[in-house]
């Protein structure tokens, strides 16, 4: 499986993104999807999960109202829509994939694949 993130900009603090995270393959309908983050100086941090079966996602609670993962499994993507944008939600955002029906986690140890990260950055 390979990621492909994609949708990380320069915007102002308020503003709103949507990454992107293409993957190959033929196993994204039965992979949990994940969103990290690394911000400089930090460790990378969960930010929003979504299962294999649809309906079930999770967040950072500093995101929670702002953020929304979904997923389109025809297009193989996973999206991360991100609103109210902060000053801290500056990082390199990096999407990650499961293996085969394993739950969504919050742990990196969950996601056996990683995308090559897109930077976002919030000015004020």
């Known amino acids: 499986v390979q990621l492909q993130a994609s949708g990380g900009g320069l915007v102002q603090a308020g503003d709103s993104l949507r990454l992107s995270c293409a993957a190959s393959g033929r196993t994204f309908g039965s992979a949990a999807m994940g969103w990290f983050r690394q911000a400089p100086g930090k460790e990378r941090e969960f930010v929003a999960a979504i299962s294999w079966n649809p309906g079930t996602t999770y967040y950072l609670d500093s995101v929670k109202g702002r953020f929304t993962i979904s997923r389109d499994n025809a297009k193989n993507t996973v999206y991360l829509q991100m609103n109210s944008l902060l000053r801290e939600d500056t990082a390199v955002y990096y999407c990650?994939?499961?293996?085969?029906?394993?739950?969504?986690?919050?742990?990196?140890?969950?996601?056996?694949?990683w995308g090559q990260g897109t930077q976002v950055t919030v000015s004020s």
């Open positions: 990650a994939a499961s293996s085969p029906f394993r739950a969504a986690s919050r742990r990196m140890e969950g996601y056996d694949y």
